[in-house]
């Protein structure tokens, strides 16, 4: 089977989706025509590493994310707070969790993430990038325009979403069926 191009599946800290509901009904509300462009809000989550995978990889980078649940010292539950919103050049709108310990212990987490898997070759050229702690809240998509006219969100570039609490990495895949709306877990091990 031929090597697929880009990831298929990321490792991720589930979000509760009722922080981010304010966001969706607003944009339904005063800006309907963009509301195709929202996220699915079961899907909710900080993505801290994508993965490169095909049928032949798939089965040993769980096994290596097995592995590093039982070696690694757990962080334990782990609790963000988002305030306010950003884009990534207006194609994706996202909530930022503020930049306090816990973010910072995101951040740490992602760079670990990153160097263990790497070193199987499982991870994808997209990490190449500035890891960003975000929740995506909307983003473009085939039928819609190429950027989110910024009127669509500029009221929530301070808004307070709260705190929710997150508990684990889950090991997703990007095409699998949803189970509950959100991605396919293959894999969790505790945060």
């Given at each position: 089977?031929?090597?697929?191009?880009?990831?298929?599946?990321?490792?991720?800290?589930?979000?509760?989706?009722?922080?981010?509901?304010?966001?969706?009904?607003?944009?339904r509300q005063s800006h309907l025509t963009s509301a195709g462009m929202l996220?699915?809000?079961?899907?909710?989550?900080?993505?801290?590493?994508?993965?490169?995978?095909?049928e032949r990889t798939t089965g040993a980078a769980l096994e290596a994310f097995?592995?590093?649940?039982?070696?690694?010292?757990?962080?334990?539950?782990?609790?963000?707070?988002?305030?306010?919103?950003?884009?990534?050049?207006?194609?994706?709108?996202?909530?930022?969790?503020?930049?306090?310990?816990?973010?910072?212990?995101?951040?740490?987490?992602?760079?670990?993430?990153?160097?263990?898997?790497?070193?199987?070759?499982?991870t994808s050229a997209a990490n190449d990038k500035e890891f960003t702690p975000?929740?995506?809240?909307?983003?473009?998509?085939?039928?819609?325009?190429?950027?989110?006219?910024?009127?669509?969100?500029?009221?929530?570039?301070?808004?307070?979403?709260?705190?929710?609490?997150?508990?684990?990495?889950?090991?997703?895949?990007?095409?699998?069926?949803?189970?509950?709306?959100?991605?396919?877990?293959?894999?969790?091990?505790?945060?």
């Open positions: 089977m031929a090597r697929r191009v880009g990831p298929t599946h990321f490792l991720s800290l589930r979000l509760d989706p009722a922080f981010f509901s304010a966001f969706g009904d607003a944009v996220v699915e809000p079961r899907t909710s989550h900080i993505t801290t590493l994508l993965l490169d995978l095909n097995q592995r590093l649940g039982e070696r690694r010292t757990p962080l334990g539950p782990m609790t963000l707070r988002f305030r306010g919103v950003s884009t990534f050049g207006n194609r994706v709108v996202f909530a930022i969790p503020e930049n306090d310990d816990a973010t910072e212990s995101v951040c740490r987490l992602a760079a670990e993430l990153l160097e263990y898997f790497a070193v199987g070759g499982f975000h929740c995506t809240l909307m983003k473009t998509n085939r039928s819609s325009p190429k950027r989110i006219d910024p009127h669509v969100y500029s009221r929530f570039a301070d808004h307070d979403f709260g705190s929710c609490q997150t508990t684990t990495i889950d090991f997703c895949s990007m095409r699998g069926p949803k189970t509950d709306g959100y991605y396919q877990t293959l894999a969790q091990i505790p945060l």
